[in-house]
């Protein structure tokens, strides 16, 4: 039987840069195809010309045996090609129902919306496939997991057969992880096929039949997941033996850098975001936040860095009050951060690489000298650090906006981590890095650590917080549930308190009473 999807020969080409070289890439009906590859080896790029967003200079798509012509979006849906992005395409607004008809409108009358027949068809597919979702709910209401299943009920509501999922579980709890891949193995049960693009090696071996590598642009290899370790797959995508444990010594806590109390934030909503918390990180410790995104988490962060303003409490830097102080004050006392959101707060995309790596140094010597830029010092500079951090990059002078989205984490990462510093605060410092870029990234936060400054991480990966935290804080509905040594932190015990419980029998208790 022809598989269900094949790519032949795609060759995709930007200025400078050979994306995609001359790929091939085979998919069969019922299969979950894990697509594996370091930042800048072109997934992205080739599953944007699947889906229609790029058009490739060579190369051929064929669909159930038949030569696909693919020039947009609208052409790889009714093709039966879906595909869920890492950031999801939901109006927290609407209905389940409403969200999933959005661009496939049922009409009653000849001019009225018809919701109910929407919201059949939609309980009918959550049936089906095991979902569980309810297509009156408010999409803002849900948790992450279920807004996750709504991106799915729209891909399977317009007849897909061919499901592409980027980085699915990046701001899932271990729970809802393992209920997407009981979902995904209903999909293919009954039929469906799945490319899944994903950094997690072991749910990779968990979930895949088959992977495929991509290394700078070309397909290197193929592998059995179920007969391949992790540290093989690692080192068959970056090319060399990778570290996949975080090596570091015994934390050696010291003075109090960061103190937190009794801090108060609103959120964005009108509702209290961050709800009377306190907490300390001292200097030689990483204390690590564990929580499902939306929990408070980016709030605290952009208060710690003065990007929000709390509603009461206390935050003290060394022997600074720093509530409501501005950005550059917090930053000049000793503070690094790496942003949650990297294109909002931490480049200028317009800007060359070179020039983002100063960005928060510019008008300090050696870079600037009264009010002229050095620019051969921050040329220099570029040059290091992009050696440094493997920053994949054509040029210095390359605006950041050209560069993959792990690149431009590279080149934040490299500008905040390169300077002296008291404490510094990473928020979802390796969303979106391979194995490799997460292994340097990691050594690097322990390298601050061991040099005495105080790390605060917050990441919605828990297998991250639990490698590289000395302490965990649990974070629910903007409160702290526990802190926990990451010594004695139980993986499931984490999960629950996520959840915001602190028991198996306290989940399932609550559960009944939902329902």
Do not use: W
């Not at 069969?28 to 080739?46: C, I, P, R």
């Not at 709390?310 to 004050?329: F, M, Q, T, W, Y």
Request: a negative charge; hydrophobic letters at 45%; one cysteine or more.
């Amino acid at each position: 039987m022809p598989p269900v999807l094949e790519l032949k020969g795609i060759t995709k080409r930007f200025p400078g840069v050979l994306a995609n070289d001359h790929i091939d890439l085979k998919l069969h009906e019922g299969e979950v195809l894990a697509l594996l590859g370091e930042n800048g080896a072109g997934k992205s790029t080739l599953m944007n010309v699947l889906y229609g967003l790029y058009t490739p200079e060579e190369g051929e798509i064929f669909v159930r045996g038949q030569l696909a012509a693919i020039q947009e979006p609208n052409d790889a849906i009714d093709l039966g090609i879906g595909m869920v992005h890492q950031h999801f395409m939901l109006v927290p607004v609407f209905t389940v129902a409403e969200n999933v008809m959005l661009g496939m409108e049922s009409i009653k009358n000849g001019i009225l919306l018809d919701r109910q027949d929407a919201a059949e068809r939609v309980r009918d597919i959550s049936q089906k496939y095991g979902l569980d979702v309810d297509p009156n709910d408010m999409v803002g209401d849900l948790p992450v997991g279920l807004q996750q299943r709504v991106e799915i009920i729209k891909l399977l509501y317009r007849n897909a057969d061919i499901l592409i999922l980027d980085e699915p579980t990046a701001v899932l709890t271990p729970q809802e992880v393992k209920g997407l891949f009981e979902v995904i193995r209903s999909l293919v049960a009954q039929g469906k096929s799945v490319i899944f693009i994903s950094h997690k090696l072991k749910e990779i071996r968990e979930i895949a039949d088959h992977v495929a590598v991509l290394r700078r642009g070309k397909m290197v290899g193929a592998a059995d997941p179920k007969q391949c370790t992790e540290r093989d797959l690692a080192s068959l995508m970056v090319g060399r033996d990778v570290i996949l444990e975080v090596p570091k010594k015994p934390a050696n806590p010291e003075a109090v850098v960061l103190a937190v109390e009794d801090l108060r934030v609103m959120g964005d909503r009108g509702k209290l975001a961050v709800e009377g918390i306190s907490f300390e990180v001292r200097a030689g410790e990483i204390v690590g936040v564990a929580g499902v995104q939306g929990n408070g988490q980016t709030e605290l962060v952009e208060v710690l860095t003065g990007l929000r303003e709390a509603l009461s409490g206390s935050v003290r830097l060394l022997d600074h009050e720093i509530l409501n102080a501005a950005p550059r004050v917090i930053t000049e006392i000793g503070t690094a951060h790496v942003p949650e959101d990297r294109h909002r707060d931490g480049l200028v995309l317009g800007y060359s690489v070179a020039d983002n790596l100063v960005l928060n140094t510019y008008y300090l010597p050696p870079v600037a000298r009264g009010l002229v830029m050095q620019e051969t010092v921050i040329n220099q500079r570029a040059d290091e650090l992009v050696a440094e951090y493997d920053v994949r990059t054509p040029s210095i002078m390359t605006p950041a906006g050209n560069l993959s989205g792990g690149n431009q984490q590279k080149v934040i990462v490299a500008r905040e981590l390169s300077r002296d510093v008291a404490l510094v605060i990473a928020s979802q410092p390796t969303r979106g890095l391979d194995v490799g870029s997460i292994e340097y990234i990691h050594s690097q936060l322990v390298r601050k650590r061991d040099e005495g400054a105080a790390v605060f991480v917050v990441s919605s990966e828990l297998d991250e917080v639990l490698s590289l935290a000395d302490r965990i804080v649990v974070l629910f509905d903007g409160q702290i549930m526990d802190v926990v040594s990451a010594e004695t932190a139980v993986k499931e015990e984490i999960g629950l308190l996520m959840a915001g419980v602190h028991s198996q029998a306290e989940l399932e208790a609550k559960r009944e009473a939902a329902a």
